[in-house]
């Protein structure tokens, strides 16, 4: 039975929507829907539902500002750090020698006969030296997400989507010293395949990955580098709107219920059968500030109503705790990886229940749900402080927030809110917190804040005892993602990039002083970073407790 | 007739060497064959007849010498200059705004549906203000050369390189003041497809092109900004060998006939028909260092013994005279523009005959005929001084210099050898002078020189009154490519990048005193770099008149 979709006050059947070119049309529109947004600033915003005002110079909020447009390249020293960041639609990943300022070694997808390498999103597992060998994690992005940046392009004509360019795999990828070499598709040997954040576990013994799009979440150990990696838990999550006959928007906010699901892998073929578009309930994902677009039935695929937004697991530096992180709902799933068992919900809207039970309704396979009374807001990335004393995820759209709970409990479910960082600037929908990590020291945590087009992005410094902004680097580039921090507490790197072909670099500035230090080039289309770890303990501050 | 190949002493049918996967079998052997040259720099130089010593640090030989490896991240402010790279297997091209130290956009080919896109060479058109716009021209390799790194790739085998991944790709790109659009395939446009050099005429009014794999070179138009490129000639070279039921080594050596023939259009379909693979000789490239392959036999392909190697085109700065590069033999066709006919052949090797008569020797096709007694050895690059009054090119593999011709006249058939570039270093086939350019002022030409792996390469400094070398910058990086400079006289750019996911960046030092300033990160595997000129001069030392 095809669902309903509404297309600026149109109802139409979703395969009238999809059209007859397997969801061309549906992506066509949703390219030219987003064209303004995501390809050029001087483009009109269509697609969003109002605008924002460029960030404010003035410090007249009593806040330290700097206007990053007036630094220029970084002239300072930053030590022998390897700085590796996927390129998105540039195809690969680099990984920098930030010290001797040279690229130490890089990889890309297509020459290894992926016809739509999305590099999205990755997380670096430690090397006692790095400069003689790492091994990385490399998630690619669902390939019909090439379509929504309004490109005339013939990648789907062509049929270049069709079967080797459906994205979501997780490669593997090991560098010896001299280059670096794909050891292994994960999503190939396990057969799940899964678009979106890779987060390696505190021991690093392995890895989580998600798919927003398909809602799956899955845990992978690390085998041995001529191994082949396992699967050891996968999960998928379903909404079921109490108000499923009502509008889309109604779908969501009146409520309902999160249905946790576990994955069992097939006997007879001993793999999953989640590889490439298999599971996707939309068509393309939900573009960070705009995950109101499935609310709006702007978003086709084959399930949107289903749609929770399972798109990332970051993981408690105890190493006991996992945290899925749900962006329709704003909560996060708490599993504990002992017992492979959720144990309660964290809502995180202002006025909303902290702490929601998850009761197990079946057996073979596991079911679990968690009732919703109403949905305030949907939320966006999370993360757990390097003491994991505190955990924090943003309120997006509905509410523009961020909120903090206090989690040095023993029990997830005695975690409770504590604060709400907030920002006067935070007004309405955007411009909105995206991003978030620690100083290695915990005192400060450091916010990419993504303004619409035509403005350039931002990044704040929060205090961790106050949760107040106490510096704002503002005018920084476009569409600020992930930042990282150099694990001798010196510096931050915020990446920063246009959606496509806009502008792309690193702004840098110092962890301890708040200095501004300038930037360096770094191409391509990036949505993550990581400084590779030289020990475990590094990952409480990278790519394992924080997205 | 097959032709006959020889590989490690055994005598093959070509049909037989290519096997039946329509070349694959060819290409896996050359893979295998050039997989410890390129892919990594620890592995065996298979390929190659010898090995050769790491850069002399000593200085002994009087000459000033830098040991770049010491060097770190340039903390110089380099002013505002646009720095355009393509990255090769990267598969696009960036645009660095180098005292803002930030990419200021980029451009991936495989999102417009190109399967292998190979981004090759490039050269920007001047711009009075290229932060506001600017254009330029890229090439993107034949497909198959993708074959050649050893990587364990299923890019053929997925049919990945048939139709969309056929490479020699002509793209027109467009930087709006925000980011990088594909304006046109000028391949596509005019029906010919070539891979290598893309060098803009002195007046800006057009671009050459050239690939040595089909030993075809074209003049085109520069249209307006929405209007499709024409063509203005097109040329093909061929190889006649005296000896061509000989060996291999025996086509070229023993001399033969040089035969130009103009190409003209089929009225029918008003198109050349030479898009993708369609005319070439060899199925890959000549890898610098190995045009000695094709005589060895190494290099299969439909028509490997009438290789020239015509790869390239630069144009005087007087702009009447363009020089059509010959690899194989070490010669350069000079054309005069204003009538499209070719005046004369200069052969560069030390010993042979300076400049050799080109007859017309027949007409509907125009074709003329140039006659070599022997062939000493094969040439590479090459280049004219900025006031044209001299030209260089390299010697390779059999001799290992530069030939320096005085080309004051304003006959080029009175243009003659006056010197020649050497190194006591460049002993036997390498480490070998590969790319050259200029400083603003002409006193002094940079020479990259190709070290074999596991060495780095180096660039030297050559004084343009002595043609002596006066200092040399060692160990900057795997395979040092083209040079650029700041047209301010400040500062030389040298690219470097292994062919494959090696390390990569900018080594840079003053024009003026020499300095060594460090490095950039820059990623891709680059084979090409030009700074974007804001005035027609600045083509005299951009990628017009060298390469």
Not at 151 to 160: A, C, F, S, Y
Not at 377 to 394: I, K, L, Q, W
Request: glycine share 10%; net charge negative.
């Amino acid at each position: 039975m095809p669902t309903e979709q509404k297309d600026n006050g149109l109802t139409v059947s979703r395969r009238a929507f999809l059209g007859t070119a397997g969801g061309f049309t549906g992506a066509l529109l949703g390219a030219q829907w987003w064209q303004g947004m995501v390809n050029s600033a001087q483009a009109d915003v269509r697609g969003w539902s109002g605008t924002s005002p460029p960030p404010d110079l003035s410090g007249k909020d009593g806040i330290a500002v700097v206007d990053a447009s007036k630094l220029r390249l970084c002239k300072e020293d930053l030590g022998d750090y390897i700085y590796l960041a996927p390129e998105k639609l540039g195809g690969g990943t680099h990984a920098v020698d930030l010290g001797r300022g040279r690229t130490l070694a890089w990889i890309s997808y297509w020459t290894y006969g992926d016809a739509c390498p999305i590099s999205h999103h990755l997380a670096a597992y430690p090397s006692a030296d790095p400069y003689q060998g790492f091994e990385f994690v490399n998630s690619t992005q669902g390939g019909d997400n090439v379509m929504i940046y309004g490109l005339d392009t013939k990648i789907k004509e062509r049929g270049l989507l069709d079967r080797f360019g459906q994205g979501n795999h997780l490669y593997r990828v090991h560098f010896d010293g001299q280059s670096m070499t794909l050891i292994e598709d994960v999503a190939e040997s396990t057969g799940i395949g899964l678009g979106v954040h890779t987060t390696i576990y505190p021991d690093a013994t392995g890895f989580a990955s998600a798919d927003g799009q398909k809602d799956i979440c899955a845990f992978f150990d690390r085998p041995a580098r001529d191994q082949k990696t396992q699967v050891l838990q996968a999960f998928r999550a379903d909404w079921i709107g109490k108000a499923s006959n009502g509008s889309l928007e109604d779908n969501w906010a009146k409520g309902g219920t999160l249905r946790l699901t576990r994955l069992i892998k097939p006997k007879e073929t001993g793999k999953f059968d989640l590889e490439g578009t298999k599971g996707n309930k939309i068509d393309w994902e939900m573009v960070p500030m705009a995950e109101n677009l499935v609310e709006l039935g702007q978003l086709p695929g084959d399930d949107p109503k289903a749609l929770t937004g399972l798109d990332a697991v970051v993981h408690h530096p105890g190493n006991r705790w996992s945290s899925l992180v749900i962006r329709m709902l704003s909560s996060s799933i708490i599993i504990d990886r002992t017992t492979w068992e959720p144990v309660c919900v964290l809502h995180n809207p202002e006025g909303s229940p902290d702490n929601l039970p998850i009761t197990k309704v079946s057996s073979g396979p596991d079911v679990w749900e968690c009732r919703f009374e109403d949905i305030k807001c949907v939320g966006h990335e999370a993360g757990f402080s390097p003491d994991g004393t505190r955990y924090t995820m943003m309120n997006n759209i509905q509410q523009n927030n961020m909120a903090v709970f206090d989690t040095a409990d023993p029990d997830p479910r005695k975690w409770k809110k504590v604060a709400f960082v907030k920002d006067p600037a935070w007004v309405g929908e955007y411009p909105s917190p995206f991003h978030l990590c620690f100083s290695v020291d915990g005192s400060k945590m450091f916010v990419s804040v993504l303004y619409p087009k035509p403005h350039n992005s931002s990044c704040v410094v929060v205090d961790t005892r106050t949760w107040k902004i106490i510096k704002k680097f503002v005018n920084i580039g476009p569409d600020c993602q992930t930042m990282s921090v150099s694990y001798d507490g010196k510096y931050v790197f915020q990446i920063f990039s246009g959606f496509q072909r806009l502008s792309a670099g690193v702004f840098i500035f110092r962890q301890d002083t708040l200095e501004p230090l300038g930037f360096l080039p770094n191409f391509g289309g990036h949505h993550d970073c990581v400084i590779v770890p030289t020990k475990n303990e590094h990952l409480r501050n990278s790519r394992c407790t924080t997205l």
